[in-house]
């Protein structure tokens, strides 16, 4: 492969830093958080009370419902205080999913490129072939209309019409050319296994893609679940086999077209569901944090 190739088979998606892992991924035992906090439920949502537990902002907010209660210029003060704790919190968070997204997308880019590559290599070897057919039978029919020996020109019709055969038959190569294709950090594996076995997802996000009561289905699965729900269905035909041993969830390998552009379907949607949580969490959350409710 050429320089600019061998630059895509490892990847530089590879954020330039290390998320915060001192904290541990929020209590997915929503039904208890949300019964001990059941007095924030005339101001916020459930979905923004989880959002506050996991940001761990909901002492916060009580102290802030409390201060409310005060009309001291130093309540006031106190609240300013702890609503820019919160807001620094929220600015984290949102950088955090905007860091997620942006990796998805690079990676999406680079997976993109290697398949043009992939793809050009084989239309290039069937046009090949095509031509080669087409040159065959050219010859022989020339052959055949100047040989005066029938016998002999049986033979030669017979033989260029095996080759040309065999030319035609080379074209339909359901699987094409392959090339190896590296990700050590596969920001897949741990979507697939629905489990947090690297560095490569900030505590918060993965715990977003988590909890079932952030995702707008009503089979009752968590945006993970309902994402390899249908990797399953539409990119492996519901073979789970096929899908555990794919090379796309594993450091990487030798790839063929189709398993490139499965790998690029599921990182735009994996990207898609991370874009809709960073809404989510922007028009859910933020515009009840910005409202009066935490204000005098």
């Not at 905007?98 to 239309?123: L, P």
């Not at 949607?269 to 989510?280: E, V, Y």
């Amino acid at each position: 492969m050429n320089d600019n190739i061998l630059s895509l088979r490892n990847s530089y998606c590879k954020a330039p830093f290390h998320y915060n892992y001192s904290k541990q991924i929020p209590s997915f035992n929503s039904d208890s958080i949300l019964y001990a906090n059941r007095s924030l439920s005339e101001t916020f949502s459930d979905q923004s009370i989880l959002i506050l537990n996991a940001l761990e902002s909901l002492d916060e907010v009580h102290q802030i419902e409390r201060l409310k209660q005060q009309k001291s210029v130093e309540a006031q003060l106190n609240v300013l205080q702890l609503k820019s704790a919160i807001q620094s919190k929220i600015t984290i968070a949102l950088t955090e999913l905007d860091a997620v997204a942006a990796e998805f997308d690079c990676e999406g880019e680079r997976v993109t490129q290697m398949a043009y590559y992939v793809d050009n290599i084989n239309n290039n070897h069937n046009n090949r072939l095509v031509y080669y057919s087409i040159v065959a039978g050219a010859l022989t029919s020339v052959a055949s209309a100047i040989i005066a020996d029938d016998k002999v020109g049986n033979i030669v019709d017979i033989a260029g019409g095996g080759l040309g055969a065999g030319l035609g038959f080379a074209t339909l190569n359901p699987k094409g050319r392959k090339v190896e294709f590296i990700h050590q950090r596969n920001i897949l594996r741990d979507i697939w296994q629905e489990e947090l076995q690297s560095e490569n997802f900030p505590p918060f996000v993965w715990y977003m893609y988590n909890e079932r009561k952030f995702a707008n289905y009503t089979e009752g699965l968590s945006i993970i679940g309902n994402i390899k729900k249908r990797w399953l269905q539409f990119n492996f035909d519901n073979n789970f086999a096929m899908a555990n041993s794919s090379v796309n969830f594993n450091h990487g390998g030798y790839y063929r077209a189709d398993d490139l552009h499965n790998r690029i379907l599921m990182l735009n949607q994996i990207q898609s569901a991370t874009r809709t949580i960073n809404q989510l969490f922007v028009i859910g959350f933020g515009s009840i944090y910005l409202s009066s409710e935490l204000i005098y």
